[in-house]
T-cell receptor
Framework: NAGVTQTPKFQVLKTGQSMTLQCAQD?????MYWYRQDPGMGLRLIYY???????DKGEVPNGYNVSRLNKREFSLRLESAAPSQTSVYFC???????????FGQGTRLTVV | GENVEQHPSTLSVQEGDSAVIKCTYS??????FPWYKQELGKGPQLIID?????GEKKDQRIAVTLNKTAKHFSLHITETQPEDSAVYFC????????????FGTGTSLTVIP
């Protein structure tokens, strides 16, 4: 089992460019999440998908869109990247039972 | 929504001493409380968790306590070792509101050899 896999691991974008961060899990999770991590601010939820076919906004959704393509895959799209979106992005998955979230290794995104 | 506060933000201890990290939460509907350890350049990994029907849980040198009345929970690490140096996050989960996890802002623990 690979667990939760994110691609790419590193990315540099110019302001205004678009890109999609990919996330796939092979743990049969119903729920999937996208977080961003900035110094001193912990993990902030961008979007989540409680189950296949549903997506909801989290704490900081502006400037992002998501797609729950199927049960395994949950992608995060930046339509027009801004320097404020420079961050480390984590995807996570969890079952709907009372269990933990499993995290990917992160994508370090720099917008210049 | 839920609000999780975590203290302290940084903590330095001598090797062999104990470390305690505290978190509070606001929503009494929260019923699952995991603790994560994040090493440099990696994603957070679960080290211990506790459910709302339990007051304390221990796993070797790590323990977590939960006080539902006061809405706070704590991580205790005994006999600290240099490899315990990392960032630790507490979280709270409410399983009837989309299964969201609400994270604290993290504690950077340094164990001095």
């Amino acid at each position: 089992n690979a667990g939760v896999t994110q691609t790419p691991k590193f990315q540099v974008l110019k302001t205004g460019q678009s890109m999609t961060l990919q996330c796939a899990q092979d743990m049969n999770h119903n729920s999937m999440y996208w977080y961003r991590q900035d110094p001193g601010m912990g993990l902030r939820l961008i979007y989540y998908s409680a189950s296949e076919g549903t997506t909801d906004k989290g704490e900081v959704p502006n400037g992002y869109n998501v797609s729950r393509l199927n049960k395994r895959e949950f992608s995060l799209r930046l339509e027009s990247a801004a320097p404020s979106q420079t961050s480390v992005y984590f995807c996570a998955g969890s079952s709907q039972m009372n269990t933990e979230a499993f995290f990917g290794q992160g994508t370090r995104l720099t917008v210049v | 929504g839920e609000n999780v506060e975590q203290h302290p933000s940084t903590l330095s201890v001598q090797e062999g001493d104990s470390a305690v990290i505290k978190c509070t939460y606001s929503d009494s509907a929260s019923n699952y409380f995991p603790w994560y350890k994040q090493e440099l350049g990696k994603g957070p990994q679960l080290i211990i968790d506790i459910r709302s029907n339990v007051g304390e849980k221990k796993d070797q040198r790590i323990a977590v306590t939960l006080n539902k009345t006061a809405k706070h929970f704590s991580l205790h690490i005994t006999e600290t070792q240099p490899e315990d140096s990392a960032v630790y996050f507490c979280a709270a989960r409410i399983t009837n509101t989309g299964n969201q996890f609400y994270f604290g802002t993290g504690t950077s623990l340094t164990v001095i050899p």
